[in-house]
Nanobody, 124 residues
Framework: QLQESGPGLVKPSQTLSLTCTVSGGSITTSYYAWSWIRQPPGKGLEWMGVITYDGVTVYSPSLKSRTSISRDTSKNQFSLRLSSVTPEDTAVYYC??????????????????WGQGTQVTVSS
């Protein structure tokens, strides 16, 4: 089970921070990959980045300069930080698990567990 948590409202130019708490399995289990995915209103899913079971991070080229994903293995959590947000970053944010580090992370059929999603609005 995956559960997102974090502020629902962020001001422009600030940093968005979300945490995904994982239960029922370890984030260090081979060969899982743990992604952040978002869906802006009226648009499709957008893959943001991933942290693998062994701590390797990969980011979407379009968001790489503003995105950081980290993990706390003692708490079985991984986190997202997105800096310099604008209203265009308003979206439902999801954490999700892929069962393999191999393949295209933006292929959403690869993810077999998802959090329920959390709405984040960027507004002053």
């Amino acid at each position: 089970q995956l559960q997102e948590s974090g502020p629902g409202l962020v001001k422009p130019s600030q940093t968005l921070s979300l945490t995904c708490t994982v239960s029922g399995g370890s984030i260090t289990t081979s060969y899982y990959a743990w992604s952040w995915i978002r869906q802006p209103p009226g648009k499709g899913l957008e893959w943001m980045g991933v942290i693998t079971y062994d701590g390797v991070t990969v980011y979407s080229p379009s968001l790489k300069s503003r995105t950081s994903i980290s993990r706390d293995t003692s708490k079985n959590q991984f986190s997202l930080r997105l800096s310099s947000v604008t209203p265009e970053d308003t979206a439902v944010y999801y954490c999700a698990r892929a069962t393999s580090v191999f393949g295209d992370y933006s292929d959403f059929n690869r993810y077999n567990y998802w959090g329920q999603g959390t709405q984040v609005t960027v507004s002053s």
